[in-house]
Every structure is written in C-alpha cells, then in structure tokens.
C-alpha cells in the first residue's frame, strides 16, 4: 500500500480518537488508472477462463477458496 501512496493513487489518513483505524481512499489518479485497467483485466480473464462452461467455472470458484482458507490458516 505504501507504493501506491507514494505512486499517488492510495491516500491514506487516520482518526485522531482512534489510531487503530485507518481511512484508505482512491485518488483522482487511482480512479483513471482503475477505468483504464479494468476492462483490461476483465478482458484477460474472460480470454483465460471464458472457454469453462458454468459447471466448471462454479467448480474453479470452489477449489480457489478451498486452497485460500488454507493459505489463511
């Protein structure tokens, strides 16, 4: 996150009654890089995964979050 603070997408401010809590918000900046990249990014997933079929993607959603719990853990 420092990266994109200091890129000047992120800003990032805290509360001064509580220090636990920290506000992050996209910058002008940020907003124009995520319209540009995300129809990218959809348009690469939907080239990588568009060919499964509604059961298979279902499945591949399945077995990411079963290996991310494990990551958690």
């Given amino acids: 996150m420092d990266k994109l603070v200091k890129s000047g997408l992120l800003i990032r401010s805290g509360r001064p009654d509580d220090q636990r809590v920290i506000h992050v918000a996209l910058t002008d900046d940020g907003n124009k890089f995520m319209d540009n990249s995300m129809p990218k990014y959809r348009n690469l997933v939907d080239y990588l995964l568009g060919f499964l079929n509604d059961e298979e993607a279902n499945m ?7 290996v ?4 958690e853990n």
């Fill in 60 to 66: 591949l959603v399945a077995l990411l979050k079963k």
């Fill in 68 to 71: 991310n719990k494990k990551v």
